[in-house]
Structure formats: C-alpha cells, structure tokens
C-alpha cells in the first residue's frame, strides 16, 4: 500500500468515525500532541485546542450541541504531509433550526496520524 492510499483511508476512517459521532476512533487518528484549529474563535486562525484531551472535549462539545450533525461526501486532497477534506455539514441547530453549509478541514500529517485539523466553514 502506497504513503497515498494509507493518508486515504486515515482521512476517510476519520471522517466516518465522526459521522459515527465515535470519539475512540477519531481520536485514535490523530496524534498525542494533536491540535483542532475551530472555524471560530477570537484567534484569526480560530479558537485553539491542543492535546488529546482537549480535542476530545471540543469534539465531543459539537456532538453533544449538534446530535445530528455530520460531515457528508467527504473528498480527500493529499499532498504528502499535508492533506484538505471538503464536505457538507448538516445538522440541526439548538433553535430546532437546520444548517446546510459546506466547508473543509486543512490537515497536518505526522507519523501517520492527523496532527493538525484546522476547519472553515462557510457561514448560514
């Protein structure tokens, strides 16, 4: 199996564990000294999460305000170390309101895990 065909099926494993809303199995992608860069937040970059434990608990934050959410029709870049998935985010917002946007996450590759997720989304 090719470095590309193993980046694939850790970005789609990933993707999949999130629409599973299974924090074992997404966070068992990403690495220990991993980093979530959110679509928001008052850093330009976005709010700031570092560390297993505190990816988790935002991750876990998203799914609990969003029980339906999900990342739809994932579509995998790689290019080496660096790698984008698109999507389409669907969910129901606390208001009974729905969200239907697209958007995409910006990864940073180590030791054949995720290190870095940094999302934009566009707005609703």
């Known amino acids: 199996m090719s470095d590309r065909d193993s980046t694939w099926q850790l970005l789609e494993g990933f993707a ?32 700031r999460f570092e560390g297993q434990a505190a990816v ?19 579509v995998h870049t790689i290019d080496g170390d660096q790698a984008v998935t698109e999507w389409r985010f669907t969910c129901t917002n606390p208001d009974g309101s729905k969200r239907d946007v697209e958007g995409l996450d910006v990864f940073r590759l180590k030791d054949g895990k995720i290190w870095t997720k940094s999302t934009f989304r566009k707005q609703s």
């Open 16 to 47: 999949q564990a999130f629409n599973r809303h299974d924090l074992d199995g997404v966070m068992s992608r990403m690495t220990d000294d991993c980093v979530f860069l959110a679509s928001g937040g008052p850093e330009p970059a976005g709010q």
């Open 56 to 74: 988790r608990a935002a991750f876990a934050k998203v799914i609990a305000d969003l029980p339906d959410v999900q990342w739809n029709n994932p």
